[in-house]
């Protein structure tokens, strides 16, 4: 309903972006980010392993904040969440950052010591309205073969983080692209006409999906509204839209 709405704290500019995160509703402004509490409800479990409902929230109750330092800027879209962790890029203050469900934020490049390359490679980024394209260029991927997430550093270098070891560990020319997708244990992006798997093959990372006769493939998104139709479900609101460019 267009009721139902809550107003953080101007001071810390618009919001950018939405995130979910162990079923949390992460937001983020443009020098902050924090926790929006979104139709809370506590239940008991009874004998028989039932749910029972003992209270339940307003839509949007409340908001707390994590960070009022670290925030996204607009149109940059520079984030991923993997099992264990939020990632995104701070342009503002050129710096990686890491979210794991504690109380605070982990700026990850100042941890691991590559603050000084992180700021090197986005020194040349200009934080300003009229910079969005250039952001966007930058972006945070998963590759959930190897347990990694890549931070693009320039045009041709992204750094490798492995969640494992907890260690930027390497290098790669390997695109980061902001058209990622992840599905079935595997990692995938859209560039041109085409769909393209991480690592895919030893010798190129970049890999075209075709058939037998060697016919690149058609591919399609699916957004599916209620899956296994046979469960009782309750939707509370479900929006959503698109941006659509055909060629040929």
Request: hydrophobic letters at 30%; aromatic letters at 12%.
């Amino acid at each position: 309903m267009a009721a139902n709405y809550i107003d953080v704290n101007p001071d810390n500019g618009k919001i950018t972006n939405l995130e979910t995160f162990r079923n949390n509703l992460i937001f983020f402004q443009e020098s902050a980010f924090g926790i929006m509490s979104v139709n809370e409800r506590t239940t008991l479990t009874d004998n028989d392993n039932n749910k029972l409902l003992l209270g339940s929230g307003g839509v949007l109750d409340r908001y707390d904040y994590i960070s009022t330092e670290n925030g996204m800027l607009d149109e940059s879209f520079a984030s991923t969440v993997t099992p264990t962790a939020l990632y995104w890029i701070d342009f503002t203050n050129k710096q990686y950052c890491q979210y794991t469900g504690q109380s605070n934020c982990q700026i990850l490049s100042k941890v691991k010591n590559i603050q000084k390359i992180v700021e090197s490679g986005l020194n040349s980024i200009d934080t300003g309205k009229n910079s969005m394209l250039e952001r966007r260029m930058h972006a945070v991927t998963q590759n959930t073969k190897y347990n990694e997430v890549l931070f693009t550093l320039n045009k041709n270098t992204s750094l490798v983080f492995n969640e494992q070891t907890q260690q930027f560990y390497s290098e790669t020319d390997q695109e980061s692209n902001i058209d990622s997708i992840n599905a079935f244990g595997r990692s995938f992006y859209c560039s041109g006409d085409y769909l393209y798997e991480y690592d895919s093959n030893e010798h190129d990372h970049l890999y075209k999906y075709k058939d037998m006769l060697g016919v690149v493939l058609n591919f399609q998104l699916k957004y599916v509204v209620n899956d296994n139709p046979q469960i009782v479900k309750v939707f509370d609101n479900v929006l959503f839209g698109g941006n659509e460019q055909f060629k040929n």
